[in-house]
């Protein structure tokens, strides 16, 4: 799949997905939950179209089904714009389908949300078929961040389509960003069963066996292999192997893949930012800056243009130049401002605090986004305000707790306690910082995402003499390697605010 609208997700909001994704809340275990109350009676729909052949839906539109069909399709391969382009046109053959307007906020919603189709998907949920419905209110759960409610959709669907491959793909997809691994590798696999050849599994295994415990990079760049030997022409599974190989440490077939991907499709975006960030970790920081650019012409919405301007301000904290990436950043966010990109403003807003280099000014600038987080924010989701929030407080408990300002700490995780978001990790740096080493490793463990968490942990199980668990998180951290503020400051500890 096209990982960086999730990727860039869970690293501005870890929360977001992983609540992945790069939390706390809630684990979302099938079996575990009750299913949600069962949806009211709607009227027969004597016109009903199967989507796949499997899931009926209340449109009369032949053409509206299939290009649903068709955006489901192209979501599960990564072409997120494309997906969004394509649902909308299925909502435009039939105004009244509501699985077209759920799928269009779905994959919209990982990039530019669209209020309008998610409200149209929330307006007419109640026409659809039972089968259509409890798949349109799960994705209104999941981008409302209801995490039970969509457990409870979930489960229901999955027990009216225990064998539909592209359910079992969205629900275990989902559930590997609530970092339900276990649970979401076995769903995968089940997929493969009944598919050997379904692509979208594939892929996503590829990244199961390297970004959770015990990676295994061999397993997943096989399986990333046999997804770009099915799709031979998409640019998707050469933009996977760029990424999971640059995790491996193989930079230079990282670029021969991404490089691979803009053959196919000469703007697809995760690749060309890909190279900039592959560039940036092998300190070639010219090239790095020339990639960047070129995201800029061929970007379709603000966020990602700005993010590309933010990842190649970063540059200049990785050649050594941490004033002058601290301008670059401070006239970024007034970009971002000018722009009213509400989601750009907190990824540098956030970033430049955690490069402030002194726990001082970045509790300050913590404070700050603190308080404008703690009510509405203009074209911001709620749910989306709410996990930035946690993560902002978080990151105070961090830099507090381990900067010697314990009470600043404790505050900041009496707040998460209340949201549950976040709460075990912060709670971790405190344990930490209090000496109760034993406490700080469950805790921090939660949180296996973060490199500043995945650090820690090592510390923590290095001061009990658990020298195996200890090379087990640091196995772990190297597998997270990307040009991210985190993984900077795990790898330029002078840079970092002083622990």
Not at 200 to 227: C, F, Q, S, V
């Amino acid at each position: 799949m096209n990982r960086f609208s999730v990727r860039f997700l869970l690293l501005i909001f870890p929360s977001l997905f992983v609540v992945q994704a790069w939390a706390q809340q809630p684990d979302a275990h099938v079996e575990e939950t009750a299913a949600r109350k069962p949806a009211p009676p709607i009227a027969p729909i004597v016109h009903r179209q199967q989507l796949f052949g499997t899931v009926p839906v209340a449109t009369r539109s032949d053409d509206a089904r299939k290009l649903l069909e068709t955006a489901l399709d192209q979501y599960e391969n990564g072409l997120l714009d494309m997906s969004v382009a394509t649902a909308h046109k299925a909502a435009v053959k039939d105004s009244r389908f509501a699985l077209a307007f759920a799928v269009w906020s779905y994959a919209a919603h990982r990039g530019q949300p669209s209020a309008e189709a998610f409200e149209h998907a929330k307006a007419l949920a109640a026409r659809a078929t039972p089968e259509e419905q409890l798949l349109a209110n799960w994705m209104i759960d999941v981008q409302q961040g209801q995490v039970l409610p969509a457990i409870g959709a979930m489960n229901d669907l999955l027990a009216r389509l225990p064998n539909d491959k592209h359910i079992l793909y969205l629900t275990s997809e989902w559930l590997y960003f609530q970092q339900d691994y276990d649970r979401a590798r076995k769903m995968f696999e089940k997929i493969l069963q009944i598919d050997p050849n379904f692509p979208p599994a594939l892929n996503m295994l590829g990244y199961a066996y390297i970004e959770t415990g015990n990676p295994d990079p061999a397993k997943a760049i096989a399986y990333l292999k046999r997804y770009a030997a099915l799709q031979p022409n998409q640019p998707n599974p050469e933009d996977s192997l760029g990424e999971v190989l640059r995790y491996a440490g193989d930079d230079q077939g990282s670029l021969e893949h991404y490089s691979a991907a803009l053959k196919i499709i000469t703007n697809f975006v995760s690749a060309q930012l890909g190279l900039g960030d592959t560039y940036t970790l092998m300190g070639n920081y010219a090239q790095a800056r020339a990639e960047y650019d070129k995201v800029l012409p061929m970007a379709t919405n603000s966020r990602d243009r700005l993010h590309a301007q933010y990842q190649k301000a970063l540059v200049y904290f990785w050649e050594g130049q941490p004033e002058a990436g601290r301008k670059e950043l401070d006239v970024l966010l007034g970009e971002a401002r000018r722009q009213k990109d509400s989601y750009a403003q907190y990824e540098i807003s956030f970033g430049r605090a955690l490069l402030s280099g002194d726990p001082s000014s970045e509790l300050n600038q913590l404070r700050v986004l603190e308080v404008l987080l703690q009510k509405p924010v203009t074209a911001m989701s709620e749910p989306d305000r709410i996990v930035s929030l946690a993560s902002v407080r978080k990151e105070q408990a961090r830099a507090a707790a381990l900067g010697g300002f314990p009470e600043v700490a404790k505050e900041a995780v009496t707040k998460l306690e209340l949201s549950e978001s976040n709460y075990e990790s912060a709670q971790g740096y405190l344990s930490f910082a209090k000496g109760a080493f034993p406490d700080a490793v469950d805790q921090l463990a939660s949180d296996p995402h973060s490199p500043l968490a995945l650090k820690q942990l090592g510390l923590a199980q290095e001061k009990l003499g658990d020298t195996s668990a200890a090379e087990a998180s640091r196995t772990q951290l190297k597998y997270l390697r990307a040009p991210t503020v985190e993984w900077f400051l795990v790898t330029h500890p002078a840079s970092s605010v002083a622990y």
